[in-house]
């Protein structure tokens, strides 16, 4: 497995690749669930996040299970915990698992998750998140995940930014807060995965 441990403040955050394989079955799997209106209805999970986008849908146990999703995220969050602490942890439970489908303008207000180790993985993008609107910006934060810690401190920042790439999984601390920035000039979709 592909892991990497970086600490831009406060906590570690640790890196990993989801396979291809795994990355094919989530896509299919929210394919098939936009098609049935019935399912789409039965697994909305947007009433209970954060998230000002056109849907999350919660992944059904069985799926996560059959699908492999459950056992690589078991699988990250025992080699993160041995990398940090030396430790071997005795069981991972998996309370939740959604799917968040953003496109144009849409976005996650800062906020955090229950549990203790939270993540999120990329599924799909678009080909441009768009510019902003000042020309001139350094930054474009345009569909990035910003993960914040406390308050701004002599040589740190309290926010990292993450551009998303396709596969690309980052578990943290689910107490820290984060954000997703909205995107614009394109009405491709931006979907991923969290737990």
Not at 45 to 52: S, Y
Request: charged content about 25%; aromatic content about 12%; hydrophobic content about 35%.
């Amino acid at each position: 497995m592909e892991l990497k441990l970086f600490k831009p403040f406060g906590p570690s955050i640790l890196q990993a690749k989801i396979p291809n394989e795994i990355v094919c079955k989530l896509n299919d799997y929210t394919d098939q669930i936009i098609e049935d209106n019935k399912k789409k209805k039965l697994l909305n999970h947007g009433k209970k996040l954060a998230g000002d986008v056109s849907q999350e849908f919660k992944l059904e146990q069985d799926f996560a299970i059959n699908s492999g999703w459950a056992n690589f995220l078991a699988s990250c969050v025992q080699e993160w915990i041995k990398m940090v602490t030396g430790r071997k942890i005795q069981k991972f439970e998996m309370l939740n698992s959604w799917i968040v489908r953003q496109f144009k303008n849409e976005y996650n207000p800062i906020h955090y998750h229950t549990g203790d180790i939270s993540g999120v993985g990329y599924l799909k993008l678009p080909s441009n998140m768009g510019e902003t609107l000042q020309k001139d910006k350094k930054i474009n934060h345009n569909g990035k995940l910003i993960l914040i810690d406390g308050s701004k401190k002599l040589f740190c920042s309290p926010t990292y930014a993450i551009t998303p790439k396709v596969g690309d999984f980052y578990l943290f601390p689910s107490y820290l807060m984060h954000t997703v920035y909205p995107f614009s000039n394109t009405d491709e979709e931006r979907r991923s995965v969290s737990f």
